[in-house]
């Protein structure tokens, strides 16, 4: 039932903030994002195409299935996308892999792809750009990704994540290809300290 809901707040956090979706084509305008985008995105793939395209990111997209977030009927804004790798998901610990992929953690599954999706265009130039070498953008749950950016080398490192392919075009958005799967600390947590088991009480004659 907790995770019903859980799935039932993030597809209604999906719609209203216009996120993490990769089966939907179209690019909505955003607030302070420059209308002349529009007029370019019919001629690009859309973010489910884009991903395919680059022939490293299987594993994202059967992640972001298992956690039901590529429903086509929800259609998105432009979004940034931090993409991890398929070899970035495959160095993860296998326990960690194994807990995040059951299907009882489903929400926590929901949390991390979410943290990699962040409201608005983000093309490497425009961080890059930023008037200082350290500082945050808030991804779609909310939380604070840090950014560390090196102008004169033209490297971008995104929470410890380094971009292996920036700006892939896509209709709805921007992916950043990046070869670190990104977890914030609080699924972490629940990941490493998994819930007790109950324990079973035994009857006074069963002694």
């Known amino acids: 039932m907790q995770s019903v809901a859980r799935a039932a707040r993030a597809l209604a956090a999906l719609s209203m903030s216009a996120i993490f979706i990769l089966n939907t084509g179209g690019l909505a305008s955003a607030e302070g994002e420059p209308p002349a985008a529009a007029t370019e995105a019919s001629d690009l793939p859309n973010l489910k195409e884009a991903a395919i395209a680059t022939g490293v990111l299987s594993k994202m997209m059967d992640a972001t299935h298992q956690a039901g977030l ?119 947590e629940a990941l490493m300290n998994p819930p007790a088991e109950p324990t079973e009480i035994a009857a006074e004659g069963d002694q």
């Not at 299907?103 to 990699?116: A, I, S, V």
């Not at 490297?155 to 392919?165: L, S």
Request: a negative charge.
């Open 70 to 188: 590529d429903d086509p009927n929800i259609k998105v804004g432009p979004l940034t996308l931090l993409a991890p790798t398929d070899e970035a998901f495959n160095a993860l610990p296998q326990d960690v892999r194994e807990r995040l992929l059951a299907p009882e953690n489903r929400h926590l599954l929901t949390d991390l792809l979410l943290y990699h999706a962040i409201p608005g265009l983000y093309p490497a130039e425009r961080l890059l750009n930023a008037k200082v070498r350290n500082y945050t953008i808030q991804a779609i749950d909310g939380s604070a990704v840090e950014i560390w950016k090196r102008k004169k080398t033209g490297e971008i490192d995104i929470a410890g994540a380094k971009i292996v392919q920036s700006d892939v075009m896509a209709s709805d958005g921007i992916i950043h290809v990046i070869d670190k799967v990104l977890i914030p600390p609080p699924v972490m």
